[in-house]
Structures are given as C-alpha cells and as structure tokens.
T-cell receptor, first 110, second 115 residues
Framework: DAKTTQPTSMDCAEGRAANLPCNHS???????VYWYRQIHSQGPQYIIH???NNETNEMASLIITEDRKSSTLILPHATLRDTAVYYC???????????FGTGTRLQVTL | DTGVSQDPRHKITKRGQNVTFRCDPI?????LYWYRQTLGQGPEFLTY????????KSRLLSDRFSAERPKGSFSTLEIQRTEQGDSAMYLC?????????????FGSGTRLTVV
C-alpha cells in the first residue's frame, strides 16, 4: 500500500468547512483513496473513498487531484461531533488489511 | 443488525493471566479482521478470516496470541500470559469480500489494561 502523509492536527470553527489534506505521491493505479475517522473511544468509521473522480456522500466530499498524488476530504459544515482523528489510506480495496497512519486530529471549536 | 459487537468493552488483568475477547461481526459479512491500537497510534493489523479460515497473520501476532472463528460467525482473540506491552485497544472489523471497496465496519473495541 502506498504511504500517505497528513498533517498532525487541524482546527476548524463550527459551521465552517473543514478541509483535510492528504499526500499520496506513490499511489499506484489500482489503489483507492479511503478516508476513515475515529471519534474518541470508538472504532474507526468509514467515510468515503475514490479512485480518480471526485466523490460526495452524505458525510463528506473527496477531491482527488488529476495526478492522484494528493486528495482533500471536505466536511462542508463541521460540527463539534466531527472532532476526531481522520485517517487517509491508499488501498486496493481487495479486502486485505488496511494500513493506518497516525492521521489528522481535527478539533472543531465553537 | 446493529453492527459489529465486541465484548467486553474494558478488561483489566494482572500480568501473566490469560484473556479472551469476542467479536460478533455483521451477520452477512464473510471477512473478519482484528486490529490493535496503542495510544496515539493508528490501528495495526493483526489477522483476518474469510469465513472460518484464517488467511493472514501479522508478525505482531506472537505465539501468545491466538484467534479463531469457528463456523465462520463470531471470533475470539485470546492472549496468553499477558504482558504490560499487551495493553491496547483491540478492534474487530468485518466486510464482504466483494464489498471491501465500500469500507470496513469496525466495532467499538475492547480496551485491555495489563497491570
């Protein structure tokens, strides 16, 4: 699996958009970009994934650059409940193990 | 079905004792995974099952660790002769083989403290 690089921490004001970047410059053509988040004392929660095209679901949007070397997870209107560690993972999606890094700790504040 | 269930949520044990954790996956999911997470780190893969077959084990899974998934349903993770370094959150996840691209579903974990 390709290595991903994320900032250690970020802050966001409640109601504003949270933009979480991820670098994956060595991603291979068959690897998807996955995002999970982990709220304190809970297991990770799947958010969204994409291969080439931008994706949107009820939780977030995923913007992948054309060269696929980086991506951004967007939470359009962050709330206090979005405070969590966000993990960006490059994976083929073939049901093998996921390799988590240390993620970005997002703190949403009033 | 309310998702992946893990039991117990917390376990405190004395060094040298054996402990066993249980995971009940989403019933239709044929793959089940165990991860371990220490403070400040992301989850680390331990092992996974497809139905009842254990297909892969991490080097982190020492001889003191054993996992089973009898009948391809629930799974147990046993740690023998626990050490303080085993203190961690043990997470279970499940998925379809075919649906892995749509993400794994994780349980809330079992937090083990070895004293």
């Amino acid at each position: 699996d390709a290595k991903t690089t994320q900032p250690t921490s970020m802050d966001c004001a409640e109601g504003r958009a949270a933009n979480l970047p991820c670098n994956h410059s060595t991603i291979s053509g068959n690897e998807y970009v996955y995002w999970y988040r982990q709220i304190h004392s809970q297991g990770p929660q799947y958010i969204i994934h994409g291969l080439k095209n931008n994706e949107t679901n009820e939780m977030a949007s995923l913007i992948i650059t054309e060269d696929r070397k980086s991506s951004t997870l967007i939470l359009p209107h962050a709330t206090l409940r979005d405070t969590a560690v966000y993990y960006c993972i490059a994976d083929t999606g073939t049901a093998s193990k996921l390799t988590f890094g240390t993620g970005t700790r997002l703190q949403v504040t009033l | 079905d309310t998702g992946v269930s893990q039991d117990p949520r917390h376990k405190i044990t004395k060094r040298g004792q054996n402990v066993t954790f249980r995971c009940d996956p989403i019933s239709e999911h044929n793959r089940l995974y165990w991860y371990r997470q220490t403070l400040g780190q992301g989850p680390e893969f331990l092992t996974y099952f497809q139905n009842e077959a254990q297909l892969e084990k991490s080097r982190l899974l020492s001889d003191r660790f054993s996992a089973e998934r009898p009948k391809g349903s629930f799974s147990t993770l046993e740690i023998q002769r626990t050490e303080q370094g085993d203190s961690a959150m043990y997470l279970c996840a499940s998925s379809f083989i075919e649906g892995a691209r749509n993400g794994y579903t994780f349980g809330s974990g079992t937090r083990l403290t070895v004293v």
